[in-house]
């Protein structure tokens, strides 16, 4: 068969559509450390639940348990149900972190809703303070990391975490903790937990981008941060938080 | 004044013996922690890259959508837009890499329930039924396309 | 899902307590080695002679509690063979890296040399008439000096009081911040109190101060000596005045808690009233500090015979030292019961030979003992210059 020009073009093109495929499924998913043209400095990284949108489904906490190999009976997220009466102390319950839902409540004559937790990745962080040996940080754009090679299992920053979100691993006997999906969301994908939310109540936002409609919203809207009078500066927002929450 | 050296010499022998512990652990100090040490803050900066290096398992809905854009379409054009592929299918970034490797579907029944099954907590303009007098008894599939659920 | 002994809400990774027993007895032990230099330090400095019998036994009980307190923290740590980075890489916003620093400085700079000093003429006298592997111990002890003058020994003693007197300050810091690592947590109301560094010194020195009572008397009986009534009645008058400041300060501390009555309270009270009802109303306050405290005022206000006052004074001291326990394991164990939600609830069960188990505090709690028997034995306290 002749090489005609249009040949090589066509074999050329398919050529170039499969290796930048291969590529960006190889990138995506991390054969080896990622190349760098992720710059630290043009990101700071933080999230938005909405409480209306909350069905208790459990899917964030199925996912990142999947996609970060969580110890069973320890939880990087979880989601709680609250049932306010009026008068009374809430009545929270959150069945294996809700791993697998909840059981449903037929109680429908008080107020009643989902609130999904997770490390706040504090920007000035009290776990970060207490640290002995700089093995957990703030990294340069805003996630608060453990540094597993690092870590002397002390538990200090798990006794100073306000929001309940660290644990110790039982099987490498550091602290582990919420990572905000760091080994994805520095490959351009969203967290495991907001890649799975069916109703799109867990959004992740990068405050240095200036396109990032997210931040946009949280320029713009209402929203706060779970117990503000600790002064952590806290970059999980939530939106339509009920004031019983703790 | 030589007395008093003399009287009190021993005393530079605990300084001497805390000195050279000082001296040693100045050595053990500049061997074992990295160079690189507080570069950008009080850590070491290869600890960004260990984590990185987690692999992934979720591979996200662009990349099923590479391949499987019919159901992406068709998902598209009803009420589970919004719900990303492996929210219902799993982890797949594995299947991604090697098609090879079948994902496994989850059991329906439980699959729909999570999300559907009526709950007072959850919003009221989420569709929700209780689920054992709705369908009596029959798969949710039996009615319902999962990728465009809406009858 | 109910999840065992829990009641109400705990945040999921909260149920299971992080900090056990062995964190329990680690600012126990240290608080003993403060209370024990600073009934020491009653002598040296402030040249209270009466307590002149105690002042070497006291600085060997600080020695011996000071090598064993690291061991718990060690057995604690996912990674023990990491803790020598708290030396190599110290966050110094961190009190529990800066601890380490004020542990050495106390251990080498203050103890040690003070113990030295205290001892050298002793030890190089030893160093020439001992015989065997002990005579190679001894002469290392004198650090190559066989200098005994009366004029190096007068040196000795000028530095040994200045070592003193900045020890002073620096067992203060040694428990104050251990008490500071507490007190310095936003995030646990129980433990969040500029009070806790001052509760925590002063309930050591207590404590510190009961031990060195009850080793003195114990070592006095074991060695068939008349005990020194005089250094025994001036060590419980001192016990008394610190147990009284200490007591002042627990009791603002619950008395404003309860004024105040802020969100906090409400799940604190309730565990002080359930969990905690056992260790904190019964041992430490009635047992530990009232029982004590009334034993020791009525020797203050009336005159009982010799024999009845030892008792009453060694009694108390024990009550004391269980009642102190209580304390650090109310502090430590109940800031870890109750939720940051002040929803709920959780319980800590000891394991028995587990890692941290009670087979584990027990022998750390005897280890001291065996070191400080060993300690006597190559330092021996009693010479001629301080027998009774």
Redo the contacts between chains.
């Keep these: 068969m002749d090489i005609t020009r249009r040949g090589l073009f066509h074999i050329g093109g398919k050529l170039l559509v499969l290796a930048s495929?291969g590529a960006?499924?190889e990138q995506?998913?991390?054969a080896?450390?990622?190349s760098d043209a992720y710059k630290?400095a043009d990101h700071w990284w933080g999230m938005l639940i909405d409480i209306?949108?909350?069905?208790?489904?459990?899917?964030c906490v199925r996912?990142c348990s999947?996609?970060?190999s969580v110890p069973s009976g320890y939880f990087r997220t979880w989601v709680e149900?609250?049932?306010v009466e009026e008068g009374k102390q809430p009545v929270v319950e959150s069945p294996d972190g809700a791993m697998?839902?909840?059981a449903?409540?037929?109680?429908?004559d008080i107020k009643?809703?989902?609130v999904p937790k997770l490390c706040n990745q504090c920007a000035d962080s009290p776990c970060v303070q207490v640290c002995p040996v700089?093995?957990?940080?703030?990294?340069?754009d805003g996630v608060v990391?453990?540094?597993?090679?690092?870590c002397l299992g002390c538990r200090y920053c798990v006794q100073a975490c306000p929001y309940g979100c660290r644990y110790l691993h039982p099987e490498t006997r550091t602290v582990d903790k919420c990572?905000l999906c760091?080994?994805?969301i520095?490959?351009g994908?969203?967290t495991?937990c907001c890649?799975?939310?069916?109703?799109?109540a867990r959004q992740l936002v990068d405050f240095k981008n200036p396109k990032d409609p997210v931040h946009e919203f949280l320029r713009k809207n209402m929203v706060e941060v779970l117990k503000p009078y600790m002064a952590t500066k806290a970059k999980v927002y939530y939106k339509n938080l009920d004031g019983s929450v703790r | 004044m030589r007395?008093w050296f003399?009287?009190?010499?021993?005393?530079i022998?605990?300084a001497l013996?805390?000195l050279a512990a000082a001296g040693v652990?100045l050595l053990?100090?500049a061997a074992?922690?990295p160079k690189d040490?507080g570069k950008?803050?009080?850590?070491?900066p290869g600890?960004?890259?260990?984590?990185?290096?987690?692999?992934?398992?979720?591979?996200?809905?662009e990349?099923c959508a590479?391949c499987h854009d019919e159901q992406v379409t068709a998902r598209k054009a009803g009420k589970?837009a919004?719900?990303?592929c492996?929210?219902c299918h799993?982890?797949l970034?594995a299947h991604?890499?090697d098609p090879s490797i079948q994902p496994k579907l989850p059991d329906v029944a439980d699959l729909c329930r999570?999300?559907h099954?009526?709950?007072?907590?959850?919003?009221s303009w989420?569709p929700?039924v209780?689920t054992a007098e709705h369908s009596g008894g029959a798969k949710c599939t039996d009615c319902h396309q999962p990728h465009n659920p809406h009858l | 899902m109910m999840i065992p002994g829990v009641d109400g809400f705990m945040y999921p990774n909260e149920v299971e307590l992080q900090w056990g027993l062995l964190i329990v007895l680690y600012p126990y032990i240290t608080g003993l080695v403060a209370g024990a230099f600073i009934l020491a330090s009653l002598e040296r400095v402030f040249k209270v002679e009466a307590v002149r019998p105690t002042y070497r036994l006291a600085l060997l009980t600080a020695l011996a509690f000071l090598l064993v307190a690291p061991l718990p923290l060690q057995l604690h740590l996912g990674h023990p063979e990491r803790s020598f980075e708290m030396?190599?890489?110290p966050?110094t916003s961190s009190a529990m890296a800066m601890f380490g620093f004020v542990y050495l400085w106390y251990l080498?700079?203050v103890l040690?040399?003070e113990i030295?000093l205290e001892y050298?003429a002793d030890i190089v006298r030893l160093s020439q008439t001992s015989k065997g592997v002990i005579r190679m111990v001894y002469r290392a002890l004198t650090?190559?000096?066989q200098?005994v003058?009366p004029?190096?020994r007068?040196?000795d003693d000028k530095?040994g009081f200045t070592v003193t007197v900045i020890g002073i300050p620096s067992a203060f810091l040694l428990h104050g911040y251990v008490g500071f690592i507490f007190g310095s947590v936003k995030a646990n109301p129980w433990w969040s109190t500029p009070l806790m560094p001052i509760v925590f010194l002063f309930s050591a020195m207590v404590s510190g101060i009961a031990a060195v009572l009850v080793l003195y008397v114990v070592s006095m009986k074991v060695r068939k000596t008349i005990i020194d009534m005089r250094c025994l009645d001036t060590i419980a008058k001192y016990l008394f005045y610190t147990f009284v400041i200490d007591f002042t300060l627990e009791m603002l501390d619950l008395v404003h808690r309860t004024y105040e009555a802020d969100e906090s309270f409400r799940s604190l009270d309730f565990m002080v009233h359930t969990r905690l009802m056992f260790s904190q109303v019964i041992l430490q306050i009635f047992l530990g500090t009232l029982l004590p405290l009334a034993l020791l005022a009525a020797t203050q206000l009336w005159r009982f015979s010799e024999a009845r006052r030892r008792a009453m004074y060694v009694t108390a001291c024990c009550c004391t030292l269980v009642g102190i326990f209580a304390m650090r394991w109310n502090v430590v164990i109940g800031g870890q019961l109750f939720s940051k939600s002040f929803l709920g609830y959780t319980s800590y069960k000891v394991q028995f030979a587990a890692r941290e188990g009670l087979l584990v505090a027990i022998a750390l709690m005897i280890l001291p003992f065996a070191i400080f028997v060993v300690l006597v034995k190559l330092l021996p306290p009693w010479t001629e210059r301080n027998s009774a």
């Design positions: 495929a960006t499924l995506i998913i991390g080896e450390a990622p630290l209306e949108k909350c069905i208790g489904c459990g899917n996912g999947k996609e970060n149900r609250y049932q697998n839902g909840f449903p409540l037929t109680r429908d009643a809703f989902f700089g093995a957990t940080f703030v990294s340069p990391l453990v540094d597993q090679e690092y990572t760091y080994h994805r520095t490959q994908l969203t495991a890649e799975n939310c069916p109703t799109g | 007395r003399q009287d009190s010499g021993h005393l022998r605990p013996v805390l652990f053990v100090r074992v922690v040490f950008y803050g009080h850590y070491r600890a960004l890259d260990l984590v990185r290096q987690h692999p992934v398992a979720y591979a996200g809905q990349t590479m589970h919004h719900v990303a492996e929210a799993g982890p970034a991604a890499n999570r999300c099954e009526k709950d007072a907590a959850k919003p989420f929700q209780a | 030396y190599l890489t966050h080498t700079v040690l040399l030295w050298r650090l190559g000096s200098n003058s004029r190096a007068i040196i530095v």
